[in-house]
């Protein structure tokens, strides 16, 4: 696994470096010109742009798309401004990625030639999906499906529905069986939706762990459970809630941790050890309770599709070296995080490193630059870093305008 900041910093000393020579050559190349120098002169100060197009173009990079929910509906989730976007700008993403020259593949098919050092097609894009929200199925599946884009989706055991009988999605209106009206979007994937994505072979069903939960790592008190915030802090009541958490959202208030719930210093679940009144659990405990939840989700999760699960993806990225390890020694192939990586021939094979999609990338609402940026971000995630330039203003444009908003 690659050192994020490190990774980043790359790009950007890349593109500043691109960047900054252009400027120059510009400037050099048109005072050449005005002081009457011969025409093949102004070319000179170009040269350190042609000497760093092979820093700039380095393809063989994958992005591994990482999405969490889609739909028209996403006010039940308190965080759905960061993780949410509308089926039409999902519709969108996957057109440009038909349409465009870039190769939808698998995860397994990622994974496997990195493994192997098998080919993959020219511009190999990769599409997952965290959580296992019930847009997934009503939203996400149809249109993965109208585009024959393939995806994982990563589901959490507590929160998978126990029903068996799929809901109404958007491929029901298409079909006349049903209208706008029976569509529901809050809540998650339930058993019968999950089997139907498994028949279908084009949605996997990987491993995301079993509470998406967060430990505390010190008595500090941080945050105080409250009226404005128990959704925000909805892993307080995960944490009090024993076994099935997906209706957890379905209360007014909460159930499990109340008001006045004192909210401590967290971090995710897997890749702390956690801190209670009686101490602090030894490693030995933490590698313990790690190893119990890799084996429930293998085993659980199997049951539930019939089919081995390969990949696991720590959530809120809560991976470290270790606990990567402990995962491929408990029979995972892979495991997923953030932004750690391209996903290059010579990584390691097996992690993968993900990078989130989304829409409003300038900090607001505009279909044709959130089209240009996901262009953009694709492309540099494959390995064209030029794409990086407008990549960069975007997310600029992105930090001014909530700068603006949090202004008094």
């Known amino acids: 696994m690659q050192d994020r900041p490190r990774h980043r910093r790359r790009r950007l000393a890349l593109a500043l470096g691109w960047a900054g020579a252009l400027a120059v050559g510009v400037i050099a190349g048109g005072s050449l010109a005005l002081g009457g120098g011969h025409a093949a002169w102004w070319l000179l100060p170009f040269l350190p742009l042609l000497a760093l ?179 925000r802090l909805a892993w307080v009541q995960w944490r009090a809630m024993e076994g099935a958490k997906w209706g957890w959202h379905r209360t007014d208030e909460p159930v499990a941790a109340p008001y006045g719930t004192a909210v401590r210093r967290n971090e995710p679940a897997l890749a702390a050890r956690r801190w209670t009144p009686r101490g602090v659990e030894t490693a030995r405990e933490w590698e313990e309770r790690l190893r119990g939840v890799l084996r429930r989700c293998r085993e659980e999760l199997a049951t539930l599709t019939g089919n081995t699960v390969r990949f696991f993806c720590w959530p809120e990225h809560g991976v470290t070296r270790q606990t990567h390890e402990i995962a491929i020694e408990e029979g995972f192939e892979a495991t997923c995080g953030g932004d750690l990586g391209e996903n290059r021939p010579g990584d390691d094979p097996t992690f993968v490193g993900r990078v989130h999609s989304g829409e409003r990338i300038l900090g607001f609402s505009m279909d044709w630059a959130d089209d240009l940026l996901f262009h953009a971000k694709l492309r540099t995630h494959q390995g064209c870093y030029y794409w990086f330039v407008p990549l960069l203003a975007g997310h600029l444009c992105a930090r001014w305008m909530r700068s603006r908003r949090s202004r008094p």
């Open 53 to 231: 197009h092979p820093l700039m173009d380095r393809p063989g990079g994958v992005p591994v798309l990482m999405y969490h929910s889609v739909s028209s509906e996403p006010g039940w989730l308190p965080w759905a401004d960061t993780i949410s976007l509308r089926p039409e700008a999902f519709e969108r993403q996957l057109r440009i990625l038909r349409s465009r020259g870039h190769a939808p593949i698998s995860l397994g098919h990622l994974v496997e030639s990195r493994r192997t050092g098998g080919a993959l097609p020219a511009r190999p894009v990769v599409v997952t999906l965290d959580d296992g929200y019930l847009d997934n199925w009503v939203a996400a599946w149809p249109l993965l499906r109208r585009y024959r884009v393939p995806a994982t989706v990563f589901v959490s055991l507590d929160f998978i529905e126990p029903d068996e009988r799929p809901r109404p999605n958007l491929d029901d209106i298409d079909a006349g069986r049903a209208t706008a009206d029976d569509l529901r979007w809050a809540g998650y994937l339930n058993r019968g939706e999950i089997a139907r994505l498994v028949d279908e072979g084009l949605v996997d069903i990987q491993a995301h762990g079993t509470d998406h939960g967060r430990v505390e790592i010190g008595p500090e008190e941080c945050d105080v459970v409250g009226p404005t915030n128990w959704r």
